[in-house]
């Protein structure tokens, strides 16, 4: 069992829906959106919280800076 | 409901970097400007050294740079960035100069200026995006362009009998005295993103130290450029990019003192 859990949270306003935190997510958390922001963007979304373990892959992969990962231990 | 409740401050592992402000950047999705603004920022951020630093913009698809990086910046005329910062750092030696320009800007119109101020030696830092493409205006062919890659200014690919060969100014950087690190890096992977942190990072505390100019020549990508999904652009530039520009550090003088 994973010894972290984690959750991210997405600026949908700032995302640019350009999916490489989903391709770069290691258990493939993170999907986009069928919804759009007011840019028209399908912005990144994390449907399932429960597996997060809070890597920040995602957000260090993020060109625009929109994702905040929160970890904390189980 | 337990994953609602470790969003608390303490908890925050990874977030926009504080230097980097709210304006929404011009960049097309997944571009690798954004990923290297966010490195700088971080990284100036943890030096503590944002009073003191003083960026000069390029002109390319960085022009903006300023609107997005919470520090004093200069735009210079196109190429003449390195000219610039080399002057400032004479003017302020404390300071804390980078300059941060594409291939258009640093290895097209600028060529003079980028070699001239890194033989001189000054203690700046140049950070050069390397996406074999002229980004800004339309896609068009850069000297860094690989053989035979299409671009809407070789539509048939580049040939060498027509364009002659793709520019490696980080090899020739290298070979001149005043450089003290000239290093590749990219920003494809997770991976790559953070030893291009660390060369960055090296690169500016070099500058402060005044050991000699730094090269940070950063492979990215274009996706809007080359016409590829941002995903597929990180691919393509693994496959066909790196052979020809190999990551690693070219000149390292400060590792043999």
Known sequence: M??????????TERCKGCNLCAVACPLHLIELSTRVNHHGYNYAV????????????????????????????K | MESINIKSPQNIVYAKPRLMNDTNMHYCPGCGHSVVHKLVAEILDEMGVEEKTIGICPVGCAVFAYRYVD?????????????????????WPDHLIFTYQ?????????TAETIQTLNRGDSITIIFINNAIYGMTGGQMA????????????????????HGFPLKISDIAATLEGTCYVTR????TVGNIRRARKAIRQAFENSMQ??????????STCSAGWKMTPDQSNQWLADNMLPYYPLGDLKNTVDNK
Do not use: F
């Open chain 2, 210 to 219: 005044g050991r000699g100019s730094s090269l940070v020549e950063i492979v």
């Open chain 1, 46 to 73: 994390q449907p399932d919280q429960t597996q997060c373990n809070g890597c920040s892959t995602c957000g260090i992969v993020c060109p625009d800076g929109c994702i905040t990962v929160y970890r904390a231990e």
């Open chain 1, 2 to 11: 994973a010894k972290y859990r984690g959750v991210i949270e997405v600026d």
């Open chain 2, 185 to 188: 890096q990219a920003v494809n």
């Open chain 2, 71 to 91: 520090i004093d910046w200069i735009e210079a005329a196109h190429g003449r960035a390195p000219a610039c910062a080399s002057a400032l750092k004479r003017l």
């Open chain 2, 102 to 110: 594409g291939d258009g800007d640093l290895a097209c119109i600028g």
């Open chain 2, 143 to 162: 000297p860094t362009t690989l053989m035979g890659m299409k671009t809407s200014t070789c539509p048939y690919g580049r040939q060498a009998d027509l």
